[in-house]
T-cell receptor, first 112, second 112 residues
Framework: DTAVSQTPKYLVTQMGNDKSIKCEQNLGHDTMYWYKQDSKKFLKIMFSYNNKELIINETVPNRFSPKSPDKAHLNLHINSLELGDSAVYFC???????????FGQGTRLTVV | DQQVKQNSPSLSVQEGRISILNCDYTNSMFDYFLWYKKYPAEGPTFLISISSIKDKNEDGRFTVFLNKSAKHLSLHIVPSQPGDSAVYFCAASARYGNKLVFGAGTILRVKS
């Protein structure tokens, strides 16, 4: 039973395309996140949702739009992909008020 | 601005010896600190944490020490085992923030 699962694991796409990454957690958590690990290996938070409401929105281009249909899912849609969007994107979840986040296995996005 | 710094990109240790991973932070609002372990092609997994009201937390072979005046924490692994070989991320959060700020990670190699 995977606690936090992301699909796809690998995504190769051309510049200008629109793509989505899906995330689901079966831990009963009410807070979900998207983190980006860039080429320098830093993990940086992009978004945080609590009970389907946006809580944290770091300085991320408007081309990135998270969508949370319910508290077990947080999808990431990216419009007009650019070369600089190439990175590993991690979904995570936690209980509200807890900073001990559980991470998915990551989605390696490569924009060519 | 790197608020959490792991200045050693890598560390190599002999099996059975102690591994010491270091982390420095600059934001005095941080009051909760975590260590995550990451294997290749997997997401980070929570290892151990410490609140700013403590200066030490121990869990089996893993001990985290916090020196608030120096804004420094360290993770001690003893005895080190080959299975400990992974990337170790230090992370910090401010109270109620629910947002983790990560360091760049330290690659630990335990040689048998």
């Amino acid at each position: 039973d995977t606690a936090v699962s992301q699909t796809p694991k690998y995504l190769v796409t051309q510049m200008g395309n629109d793509k989505s990454i899906k995330c689901e957690q079966n831990l009963g958590h009410d807070t979900m996140y998207w983190y980006k690990q860039d080429s320098k290996k830093f993990l940086k938070i992009m978004f945080s949702y609590n009970n389907k409401e946006l809580i944290i929105n770091e300085t991320v281009p408007n081309r990135f739009s998270p969508k949370s249909p319910d508290k077990a899912h947080l999808n990431l849609h990216i419009n007009s992909l650019e070369l600089g969007d190439s990175a590993v994107y991690f979904c995570a979840s936690s209980l509200q008020g807890s900073t001990e986040a559980f991470f998915g296995q990551g989605t390696r996005l490569t924009v060519v | 601005d790197q608020q959490v710094k792991q200045n050693s990109p890598s560390l190599s240790v002999q099996e059975g010896r102690i591994s010491i991973l270091n982390c420095d932070y600059t934001n005095s609002m941080f009051d909760y600190f975590l260590w995550y372990k990451k294997y290749p092609a997997e997401g980070p997994t929570f290892l151990i944490s410490i609140s700013s009201i403590k200066d030490k937390n121990e869990d089996g072979r893993f001990t985290v020490f916090l020196n608030k005046s120096a804004k420094h924490l360290s993770l001690h692994i003893v005895p080190s085992q080959p299975g400990d070989s992974a990337v170790y991320f230090c992370a910090a959060s401010a109270r109620y923030g629910n947002k983790l700020v990560f360091g760049a990670g330290t690659i630990l190699r335990v040689k048998s």
